[in-house]
């Protein structure tokens, strides 16, 4: 049973959580930096339903960006989201992998202070806040294998503008465009050892925000972990990169292609507890950002539990 509750851990590659801070079009991504880290290949092997509840803080800034089609400068952001997870993994097989399929419902805050440059060319400073429904997501198609102690899955998944999106709002939950995402990750775990090294690489594909003619360049994120089991309890490092590789593009890219990229690091710990006789896993970590270009750069806490029903 310890063996299953680490792998809902694992169901990073299932349902994804959405940037809690999704208030910027140049230099954000749909995508939460550093979810798919430890255990990022084990897709649970039993079939069932699966729950993953995770509570995103993240504070930062950025020197510059678009908020909801105005350009924006000395930037400050607090948000915290929870995103409620649901897997279900399936009996099926396609390609020899085990078929599994997610849908994520979250909610977020936002809390944004910045200086805006007005239609005359003065500049003010403002703030905005606002909660509400952030952009679902979607992944009707997960495949993982197993193979001895190597695990792998893919999937393909969908982020749609659920959320609300006002025009000239410095804090908007919703990215107002869909985009799509592939991601491959892959974990080495040793049982008996108990350490365990995962990675994962996602690419994403930007729609254009037609409200704003802002359309949002590719971006690939990388995240990795390196684990070791003591017990009911795993202790690491975790970290990401989130690197785009084509620039911003239309009328409402006021900054040029703002190219953006941004690395994180930090501690993990996770926790194999029973709530009765149900098993669940705890998590907790911190990562820290460093070497921004275009983007924000902070810190983001996350807490999760995660459990089979």
Known sequence: MHKLVSAVIGLGAAVLVPQAAAAAEGGQSPYQKGYTDSLAGVLPPYPGVYMRNDVVYYSGSA??????????????????????????????????????????????????????????????SESDD???????????LILGWHNGKV?????????????EYTAGALAN??????????QGAVTWMDPQSGWAVSGAAAYLFNAENQTTDYRTGQLLHLDG???????????????????????????GARLGDFKSEVYGAGPFVSYDAKFGERPVTLLLKWYHEFGAKNTFEGDTVTAAFAFKF
């Open 173 to 182: 939950l919703s990215k107002n465009y869909p985009s799509v995402q592939v």
């Open 63 to 124: 020197d510059a960006s678009v908020l909801g089609g105005r350009v924006a400068a000395g930037i400050d952001v607090e948000s915290v989201a929870n995103a409620a997870a649901f897997s279900l993994v399936t009996e099926n097989k396609v390609l020899g992998g085990q078929y599994a399929l997610a849908v994520i419902l979250p909610l977020a805050n936002a809390d944004i202070t910045a200086s805006v440059t007005g239609p005359l060319g003065n500049t003010r």
């Open 130 to 140: 606002t909660f509400g429904v952030a952009d679902i997501a979607i992944s009707p």
């Open 225 to 251: 972990a390196i684990t070791k089991a003591f017990g009911e309890w795993r202790l690491g490092a975790v970290g990401y990169a989130m690197i785009q590789t084509t620039g911003d593009s239309g009328a």
């Open 151 to 163: 695990h792998s899955n893919v999937n393909l998944t969908f982020y749609l503008p659920t959320g």
